[in-house]
């Protein structure tokens, strides 16, 4: 028995180039580098690299990936079409593009009839000749070209004749995919719908006798580009694709100018696993949700947590009703098995919690309490009155373990705080201060006095206790303080305010959140910071027990 294989979509990412001219957004070469080469692993089949010739960085990126090429993926240089009234063999910018060394170039040229003769400032013709010698030119040096129509959708609303010449004049020149446009991102689904559809149905009447190059496929292939300006960059590609595009550009996490592009991270299993389509293997899908936080840690961007398929939220169950249905069937509360796109379902903690949430987060760390029901409840009610005073556990989630060890009886005492005080010098015209903190510590009933400066009393408070317990625990050195957030809870009490901190730690391979409440902002931190020692402890014993076992 055989079975029809999914229809294919070319997923085309240029998150390294539009994505890149988000507000606040900023790469290096290296970085460029890094994202190719993950998107490459990916398997996305088109990667934009950028505008060669527009900034020296693109020129570098291109020259590095003709040394290293990428495994699977085409890069793609990208540019404008030539400027009026010149020939597109004198245009300075397409010898860059053609020294990129790129089997495929994007080229884009305006759609929109008001952008020609109001930005342009030149006439309808030339537009057309700005547009067809350019593509002409880049296939008489051997590259590939796609076609960007700017503007399209706009432009065809406007002025549908001339708006079709465009693509008309792409095509007759030898482009082999013609790309749709909503750069303004204001066009909804339906109208994105039809106007593809036209389209697709044009351009297929258009046949072979359009076309110079009889070699040439004589039906050109359908893109879609959106914005996200109308909050409809995603459903207005899927729309362009059920309409017949049959390639999507998008950039990883939505980011652009603006309001960001089509989002990658929700099309691909939208596409994939909805709708049928083929993006990429299975596989590459299940490091999805990895590649989405890899990318916002090479740009230096605080994920999304509550975005679809791929953010951290995605799959968290706080209601103790769906926490308890969720745990019976997962269909229930969640449209997709989180493991289909390397993403993990989760329990919240909080006030809002039942018994059926203690339960089911227990397991996840390895504690079953289903037959310990009184140490559960007691661990709930711990856990709301603790709430009640400004605690808080969804973020924090490591200190939630080790309330449960503790409820239980079982919370190892690594070491114990028997003091500390922390003095901070402040100079008058220094942008920094610096912070002494001195602690004292028992490990096994012996005592260890402890100082250590830091830029600031909580970076001090960290380094001191690092430096009084690395020698009973050589493993401390690996930690790191990756992380640090305070919330004043009450703030119509000025300074007596209580303050809530969260501090997030590290190993090199795992991270963990610890939480503190106080009114004394430094016992806040005091106590999240302790906890987080406390924490990387007991995982690297549990790490070692796992190892012998």
Known sequence: ????????????????????????????????LRIARRLDQLGIPFIEGGWPGANPKDVQFFWQLQEDPLKQAE???????????????DEPMLQAILAAGTRWVTIFGKSWDLHVTAGLKTTLEENLAMIGDTIEYLRSQGRRVIYDAEHWFDGYKHNQD????????????GAEWLVLCDTNGGTLPHEVSQIVQDVVRVTGDWGLETRKNSSQSPIPKIGIHTHNDSEMAVANAIAAVMAGANMVQGTINGYGERCGNANLCSLIPNLQLKLGYSCIREDQLTQLTEASRFVSEVVNLAPDEHAPFVGRSAFAHKGGIHVSAVERNPLTYEHIQPEQVGNRRRIVISEQSGLSNVLAKARTFGIELDQQKAEARQILQRLKDLESEGFQFEAAEASFVLLMHEALGGRQQFFEIKGFQVHCDLIEGKETSNALATVKVAVDGKNILEAA???????????????????????IATFELTDYKVRILNGHTGTAAKTRVLVESGNGHQRWTTVGVSTNILEASYQAVV??????????????SALKA
């Not at 890069?75 to 063999?89: D, E, G, K, L, W």
């Not at 001339?162 to 095509?171: D, G, P, R, S, V």
């Not at 690092?466 to 009973?472: E, G, I, S």
Request: charged share 20%; glycine share 6%.
């Open 1 to 32: 028995m055989t079975t029809n294989p999914s229809p294919q979509l070319w997923l085309y990412d240029t998150t390294l180039r539009d994505g890149t001219q988000r507000e606040g957004l900023s790469v290096s070469i290296e970085d460029k």
């Open 531 to 544: 906890e987080g020692l406390e924490y990387g402890l007991l995982l690297h014993c549990q790490a070692e």
């Open 453 to 475: 400066e830091g830029n600031g009393p909580v970076a001090a408070l960290d380094a001191a206790l690092r430096k009084a317990l690395v020698n009973f625990y050589p493993q």
């Open 75 to 89: 890069i793609v240089a990208f540019c404008s079409t030539r400027r009026p009234n010149m020939t597109a063999a």
């Open 162 to 173: 001339y708006a079709l010449q465009t693509l008309e004049t792409a095509i007759a020149a």
